[in-house]
């Protein structure tokens, strides 16, 4: 899928999908397929909502990348196009994450969530490189998702600007420790990228 359409379907309700797993530990995927077409029939699809695979509080830590792999491929196949499927590919190897980006891209997934390497202590040119090697490995979308609870860095509205000429990067999960500094990315970068907000606090008018 390419990134413009990448950033048209990142909108509106967000599933975090589970990944389903048999008394073993072994994948679910028919269970898998099964929720991902119950979402289908309650209403969520192109416009309206989108489904987060493998996201960065989910399974995918617990899984092998072949696992991942299976993961991705059955969600994509299950969504036929009707709701938009976006893989998470976190982890602590760029050269992994960027395999995983091609297999999404490969089955068709309508974009990636990344987020700079987990359990490491990122500094900002690291996470910089770690978003443009998968930047350049694919043509589908890149929504940034700032996790400094695991990557030890913060994204700030520097750093959002040092994204802006990566074409595919389309999307911001925004999260900012202080309401001014997530306000004033939003505000600042509300027409280049879309904005999913992972903001807990409430949220108020005024701050637009």
């Not at 493998?54 to 491929?73: H, I, K, P, S, Y």
């Not at 690291?126 to 609870?149: K, M, R």
């Not at 509300?190 to 108020?204: D, P, T």
Request: proline share 5%.
């Amino acid at each position: 899928m390419k990134a413009a359409e990448s950033k048209e379907l990142y909108q509106g309700v967000f599933i975090a999908a589970p990944t389903p797993m048999k008394d073993d530990y072994s994948l679910d995927l028919p269970r898998l397929g099964e929720l991902i077409v119950r979402f289908r029939e309650s209403g969520l699809g192109n416009g309206n909502a989108a489904c987060t695979i493998l996201g960065a509080g989910g399974e995918a830590v617990q899984l092998t990348d072949d696992e991942r792999m299976q993961v991705a491929a059955t969600a994509v196949e299950a969504a036929e196009g009707e709701i938009p499927i976006y893989i998470g590919v976190a982890h602590t190897q760029t050269c992994q994450a960027v395999a995983l980006a091609e297999h999404a891209d490969r089955v068709g997934a309508a974009g990636l969530q990344v987020e700079p390497p987990y359990y490491f202590q990122n500094t900002a040119d690291d996470a910089f490189a770690f978003i443009e090697a998968i930047s350049q490995a694919v043509e589908c979308g890149l929504a940034i998702y700032n996790t400094p609870w695991t990557s030890g860095y913060d994204m700030d509205a520097g750093f959002i600007e040092r994204l802006c000429p990566l074409e595919n990067v389309i999307g911001l999960k925004w999260h900012a420790g202080h309401p001014t500094a997530w306000a004033r990315v939003i505000r600042q970068y509300k027409e280049r990228f879309s904005i999913v907000s992972n903001y807990g606090a409430l949220l108020a008018p005024a701050a637009f």
